[in-house]
């Protein structure tokens, strides 16, 4: 259970770098004009962090067996009979939801660099 704040933090890390990857995508597509580029970029991040606020306040009241970071832990070899027992499954929800908060907040700070890019084009354009 010690590896419990890795598995969290891959299972983040990987839906905030698909998210983060189709964010590029569209900032590049809208390349040309950069203060609508940045701009949107700041949306997309803000509403991830939003996305991730919400998932921190859904996590306790979850179903946790039906949450990647369950699936991480049973293939790293954890017996099922630990993962089902009820202080497992608090703990699990309970670091879940500390990671969660804590990705939102990294994802609010770059929400917040984009719009001082985006505000910066707009005062010198």
């Known amino acids: ?33 950069p203060m609508l580029a940045f701009r949107t970029g700041a949306y997309i991040a803000a509403m991830l962090s939003l996305g991730l606020v919400f998932a921190a306040w859904r996590a306790p009241r979850r179903d946790i067996s039906h949450s990647e970071v369950y699936a991480l832990l049973r293939s ?39 719009w001082g890019v985006a505000g910066l084009f707009w005062l010198l354009g």
């Open 1 to 33: 259970m010690e590896r419990l704040d890795g598995f969290a933090d891959i299972s983040i890390r990987r839906a905030c770098a698909f998210v983060g990857l189709g964010m590029v995508t569209v900032m590049i597509s809208l390349s040309f004009d």
């Open 76 to 114: 790293a070899g954890l017996p099922r009979k630990q993962l089902s027992q009820a202080v497992t499954r608090t703990r699990i929800a309970a670091v879940l939801r500390a990671r969660l908060f804590w990705h939102a907040e990294r994802v609010g700070a770059v929400a917040l660099a984009l």
